[in-house]
């Protein structure tokens, strides 16, 4: 796998992650919240399986 998402990217994909799954922990949102753990697994591993279908590549040569 080779990595394709950026810092940003990352972060805001771990933030959401982590917020989803946190709601949905609690109650506030309901068991769809766990859907959460994609973008927080995208986020970790830096890859996104979507990215390379698209075309798509947020990493910066400095990031790899």
């Known amino acids: 796998m080779k ?3 950026g810092t940003t990217d990352r ?3 771990i933030s959401a992650g ?3 799954i946190v709601l949905a ?3 506030t949102v309901g068991v769809w919240g766990y859907i959460g753990i994609v ?3 995208t986020g ?3 890859f996104c ?3 390379p279908l698209l075309g798509m ?3 910066s040569m400095k990031d790899q």
């Open 18 to 20: 982590l917020l989803l």
């Open 49 to 51: 399986p979507a990215y």
């Open 39 to 41: 973008p927080l697994l």
């Open 11 to 13: 972060v805001l994909r």
């Open 3 to 5: 990595i394709n998402v």
């Open 25 to 27: 922990a609690t109650g």
């Open 57 to 59: 590549n947020t990493c």
């Open 44 to 46: 970790i591993f830096r």
